[in-house]
């Protein structure tokens, strides 16, 4: 049974930074196989695409709100993908959740929640003003 298993959230200020990790388990491919995603659903909205990477780490997807701020990163060997938060602002305030997709040969990005098979359970992020 897959697991995806996020950490790093938590209550910081504006203009903070945070690292998010986010570590797979279970899996029935090797971690390579999987493009990973970042996503983030504050309350009473849909849950929005925040940072995309392929399988090889070498393709790189930001929405723009974060783009300049966030900085989505893998490790292969470690199963685990990071996000990268810098200069953090009140709007970022959301929980955050990663999400995997079975890809095997792609080396695509996925923008869309509806791509991805697995989902951790999220991790809240507050930004205070």
């Known amino acids: 049974q897959v697991q995806l298993v996020e950490s790093g959230g938590g209550l910081v200020q504006a203009e903070d930074s945070l690292i998010l990790s986010c570590t797979a388990s279970?899996?029935?491919?090797?971690?390579?196989?999987?493009?990973m995603g970042w996503f983030r659903q504050a309350p009473g909205e849909q849950r929005d695409i925040v940072a995309a990477?392929?399988?090889?780490?070498?393709?790189?997807y930001y929405e723009d709100s974060v783009k300049g701020r966030f900085t989505i990163s893998r490790d292969n060997a470690k199963n685990t993908v990071y996000l990268r938060m810098n200069s953090l602002k009140p709007e970022d305030t959301a929980v955050y959740y990663c999400?995997?997709?079975?890809?095997?040969?792609?080396?695509?990005?996925?923008?869309?929640?509806?791509?991805?098979?697995?989902w951790g359970q999220g991790t809240q992020v507050t930004v205070s003003s």
């Open positions: 999400a995997a997709k079975i890809v095997q040969y792609s080396t695509n990005y996925y923008t869309e929640p509806r791509d991805y098979q697995y």
């Open positions: 990477i392929n399988r090889g780490g070498v393709h790189t």
């Open positions: 279970g899996l029935s491919l090797t971690f390579s196989n999987y493009a």
